[in-house]
């Protein structure tokens, strides 16, 4: 906006706050003064660039960063424009003219072009006191400096600088203003924020103790309960401890059995050994003599009485066996119960699996002794076998004792059938142990998933109410 009473002024005409168009914002530019291009006659300047609508006229202002009172004035209006192509040269209208203008503006912005206000010489400013300076629009070269563009400018009276001066002071209170109503509605903003605060501050402590009071609440019961399951586990582990002990003593007491049935078999095969050399003795003896056959008698009466005692271990065996049996079956009814005790327990995932990890090693305890036993079992099958061959031997030598020989096959066959008997038990106690152990093996799975469930449950029960808490 240009100020009233100066040369340029045209207050007359029109309105200067309604017409005036700033062609480019307000920069801060270094400008060398004198032509001079040392950094020491660089000063930090301040360029305005102005233009009138609805007419040919252009103004920059320039003043100085450090003292606003300096400032410098150029104004081109179509009479000074028109002087200006015929001394400079120009080949542009006015509006291209402004266009260069505000390119080379902003190349000296950016460092391309360079501003120097270079005084006037007196003579040719002689009759034109007013116009004392050049603007021009310099490109530094290395051998010679070109100067794009030179406008005549001027130092402004004090007149003009006050004006300018008292707009500037208009706007900076205007920024004032709407400054102090911004700040004014932000400490408002912070009052309010601050009372939210204060009143957040009060309903986060009553939820913070009422939450502190319901964790409480919440430890107190989960605490007594975990020591209900924790006595539980305990009477179960005794239960357990019990039933395992049983079990390893019932299988001592079988392997013990089993050792003594094997030492019978030996002594009875140690007797059979015996009568086949007695048998051997005698066949050699009979085609002696005649009168070694009472001798023979009476050794075939020893034989069938070692054969009647062979019979009664038999009977002693099938006995044990039965009682094994009936052994078996109590330890079944033992597991049953176990398994249904199982079933009333509602424990903790952590210590269920100590519990089943004991209870697996007892397992393959038991299995590794059934493996012992079966191969025990082998071996007296072995001997048997060898027990027949002897037999089926001493039969080919003891011709002349057949009808002995044959009630001994007899009995053999008795004894066999009482085997086959035996082992087809064994088989079914070797198909039943590995079903047993595979059932209990799940029972320990369903258990585990069981009570993981559980533990789950719990979990997502002691979650629930906290977040209700939090939501009141």
Known sequence: MWPPESKDSYSANMDYSKNVVNILPSVEMMVSFNGDMTRSNKRACILY????????????????????????????????????????SLNVT???????????????????????????????????????????????????NLVHLSLPCRSAPLNTVL??????????????????????????????????IERM????????????????ILEEKKSAEIQQFQEKLAKMNEQRSSETERNRRAITGLQAQIEKATLEKNDIRIALEQAENQCQTLAEELSCCKSRVCTLKEQNDKLYADLA???????????????????????????????????????????????????RQALEIASEEISKANQIILKQSQELLNHK????????????????????????????????????????????????????????????????????????????????????
């Open 49 to 88: 660039a102005e233009r009138m609508d609805f007419k040919e006229l252009l103004q920059l202002r320039l003043t100085e960063k450090s003292d606003q009172r300096r400032m410098y004035i150029t104004t081109v209006d179509s009479a000074s424009f028109h002087e200006l192509k015929q001394d400079q």
């Open 94 to 144: 006015f509006s291209g003219f402004m266009d260069n203008v505000v390119r080379m503006l902003k190349d000296c912005q950016t460092g391309k072009l360079e501003l120097h206000l270079s005084a006037r010489d007196l003579n040719l400013s002689s009759g034109r006191e007013t116009l004392d300076y050049h603007l021009q629009f310099v490109e530094i070269r290395s051998f010679k």
């Open 389 to 472: 061959k002897t037999i089926a031997w001493r039969t080919e030598v003891a011709l002349q004792q057949e009808k002995a020989v044959q009630a001994k096959e007899s009995l053999l066959s008795l004894r066999e059938d009482e085997l086959r008997q035996a082992r087809i038990t064994i088989e079914k106690l070797r198909e039943e142990i590995p079903q047993q152990l595979q059932s209990m093996r799940n029972f320990a799975q369903s258990l585990e998933q069981k009570y993981s469930k559980q533990i789950l449950i719990l979990k997502d029960r002691l979650s629930i109410p906290t977040g209700k808490e939090n939501r009141h």
């Open 163 to 196: 004006f300018y001066i008292n707009i500037m002071l208009d706007d900076s209170r205007k920024k004032q203003f709407i400054l102090e109503q911004s700040i004014q509605q932000m400490q408002v903003e912070m009052n309010s924020q601050s009372s939210k």
């Open 201 to 216: 501050g009060v309903e986060n402590s009553s939820l913070r103790e009422a939450l502190a009071e319901n964790t409480r």
């Open 309 to 359: 005692n062979a019979k009664k271990q038999e009977r002693k065996l099938e006995y044990k066996i039965d009682d094994m049996k009936q052994h078996t079956a109590e330890l079944q009814e033992h597991i049953q119960k176990g398994n249904k005790e199982k079933a009333n327990l509602t424990a903790e995932l952590e210590a269920e699996k100590k519990i089943l990890h004991t209870k």
